[in-house]
């Protein structure tokens, strides 16, 4: 067979599959919601802005709907635009909709392992303690509100010696959300400049850099192609070995001083819990299980909280009108005394500004996916089990009839017209349902009691002008990242 020959058998091979794979697809998607025909293999993938996955899912809802259906190579993946959408599956449906999509980079990362990207019972169990442990924390001898305003008052020193010069905020604000969870895992904290401390930082801001550029969305959505992507996920793999490595060295302390009757901390709580099942071939309290679900929560509550902060203050660095009535109210309210999570109620305005940066930031765009448990019949369509479902919180947070003029920051979406905090359903920025965010009411209290203190103590300048603040985000991969900026504290 002559070149030309062997060339044309290749094309009509390849439209062979082609039309193959598309007929095939279409009889699979049955009653499926409606999507874009994929192509074979690598399915939807060219339809998928990787850079900005939000924008792509956002205009394939204008074209198909409030729910559809796309393929990334061959996963199925159903997308929920709206809040009465999510709110069926993940609340009206949660058991069915409440376990966790595969996401492999996270599954190479873990292993299963951990709280937030387990499966089954393990997570059920590992959860079920985590919720419990926080909570009697929150009631115990020092509680989880008198740690933070502890720190809190550690971060008004260490941005003191800023001198009120030009500073970039990324690692001061990163330690003071990481010193609360280190207090809430192994009872201790580091001082800011902390060489260890420093390190484990720098190491969490790059991962979560890294987690957010187009080749980690490619790891997530063509796993079988990731021996030809960059070896950055090297380089994550080897960053989480670290902290897990780092939880252990405190697990180990830990074990030569345990006394259960007086657990000081989430590790005493977890070697614990080991001690009784002990004799439990079939029990998830385990090292590796304490180990990963100690760099979850000790990752997961320092970016994302860190990067909330510095959003936040940039925000109202943007809006100078802003700041201005939020030290009205502090001076009014609290004067020079420590502020408390009781003043909350008594202080709307700073209760809106802080819901107002959450939702305003949008931090996890896409949510973190969910999959089915089962079989299942949703609206008009059947889903199968197993399908990865992409519950949107962005279109919730920026619903423009629930928030007029949502790409405006403005904390008046958070206040009625007598001036009161007015909740909103939609507020959603931890996601809702069994698998909402483990830390919603730690993160609550540290950006309520962070920013306060923060505020009362310092006026907040920009350097350079105001009219040219950037306040795009660098990606937005799975989250929308704080570009870098510099401010100064200038004490009050």
Known sequence: MDSSGLTTTVLLAFVFFLILSVWIQGTK???????????PFIGNILQINLKNMLASFLQLAEKYGPIYTIYIGTKRIVVLYGYTMVKEALIDQGDVFMERGDMPIFEDLFKGLGVIFSHGERWRELRRFSLM??????????????RIQEEAQ???EELRKTKGQPTDPTFILGCAPCNVICSILFHDRFKYDD????????????????????????????????IYLPGEHKIIFKGGEEVRKFILERVKEHQKTLDPNNPRDYIDCYLSKMHQEKDNPKSEFHLENLTVTGANLFSAGTETTSNTL???????????????????EIDRVIGNRVPSIKDRL????????????????????LNVPHALTQDTEFRQYFLPKGTTIFPLLSPILWDSKEFPNPGQFDPQHFLDENGKFKKSDYFVPFSIGKRSCLGEGLA?????????????????????????INIKTNFSGFNNITPHYQLCFLPR
């Open 444 to 468: 609550r209290m540290e950006l309520f009691l962070f920013f306060t203190t923060i505020l009362q103590n310092f006026t907040l300048k920009l350097v350079g002008d105001p009219n040219e």
């Open 29 to 39: 998607r049955g009653r499926l919601p409606p999507g874009p025909t994929p192509f």
């Open 310 to 328: 510095r959003y936040g203050l940039l925000l109202i660095l943007k809006h100078p009108e802003v700041q201005a009535k939020i030290y009205e």
């Open 133 to 146: 442990t926080l909570r009697n924390f929150g009631m115990g001898k020092r509680s989880i509100e008198e």
């Open 346 to 365: 008594d202080m709307p305005y700073m209760d809106a500004v802080v819901h107002e940066i959450q939702r305003f930031i949008d931090l996890v765009p």
């Open 195 to 226: 060489e260890k401390f420093l390190y484990l930082m720098k190491l969490l801001n790059e991962n979560f850099h890294r987690f957010n550029k187009p080749w980690a969305q490619l790891y997530n959505f063509l796993p079988a192609f990731r």
């Open 154 to 156: 550690c971060l008004v």
